[in-house]
């Protein structure tokens, strides 16, 4: 577990930090932000959460649904708690524990510390966001798990990519192992900059002591 623990993402080798700072210009919504006041933030007219916070667009979807999160650079900052369109800025709600786990080739893994209702956000993949020569480099010189994350995005009709690395850098979810049967799955947002954010949502209810994947 040799690892700096982050809560955010942060430039890696090969990437200017100036890449964290571009902002997105915030909504300017003095109440609830919804579709119903045409917040600028909800792309499309499309919400992100219902009521009880639960993301509502399905996984494996063929949206192609920008989703944004409202952020201090909206004038909702001012009462962020009031905000319905902020989930994953607020960071882990559930209790989660990293534990051996019973096959010895998955190492350690995630599990959950009590239920996990479906459509809830559960953790975000933090890491190194590295340039695409320092993340080639880093799979070809691999002597420990791979922990890179590559995020394909059609923007402008240009392909983009963003390379998270959690292997030095990172949080609670680079311990979560990959299965044939899982239980999370993975949303790209953008957090008031032009970076994307990685999300990991429940796929269905998850009880207290299962296994994350």
């Known amino acids: 577990m040799d690892f700096e623990y982050i809560t955010e993402n942060v430039a890696g080798p090969g990437l200017d930090p100036v ?34 916070g639960r993301f509502i667009h399905l996984p494996n979807s063929a949206s192609s649904s920008v989703h944004l999160e409202c952020s201090d650079n ?5 009462c962020p708690e009031k905000c319905t369109n902020r989930n994953i800025q607020f960071g882990i ?53 791979n922990y890179l994350f590559t995020i394909r995005e059609f923007i402008g009709g240009e392909c983009q990519y963003t390379f998270i690395d959690g292997r030095y ?21 953008r957090l008031g900059r032009a970076s994307p954010s990685l999300a990991m949502f429940a796929s269905r209810d998850i009880l207290e002591g299962r296994f994350l994947s």
């Open 19 to 52: 890449c964290l700072e571009d902002q997105f210009e915030g909504c300017s919504c003095v109440g609830e932000c919804s579709a119903a006041s045409k917040c600028s933030c909800i792309f499309n007219g499309l919400p992100n959460y219902d009521k009880d």
């Open 93 to 145: 709600k559930f209790k989660l524990k990293v534990a051996k786990c019973d096959s010895e080739s998955k190492g350690f893994g995630v599990f959950a510390q009590e239920n996990i209702p479906a459509g809830h956000f559960v953790v975000e993949y933090v890491g190194e966001l590295v340039s695409k020569e320092e993340a080639e480099t880093r799979l070809t010189s691999q002597q420990h798990h």
């Open 74 to 78: 909206c004038e909702c900052a001012l």
């Open 169 to 189: 850098k990172g949080n609670i979810s680079r311990f979560i192992n990959h299965s044939c049967e899982p239980n999370l799955f993975l949303q790209v947002f």
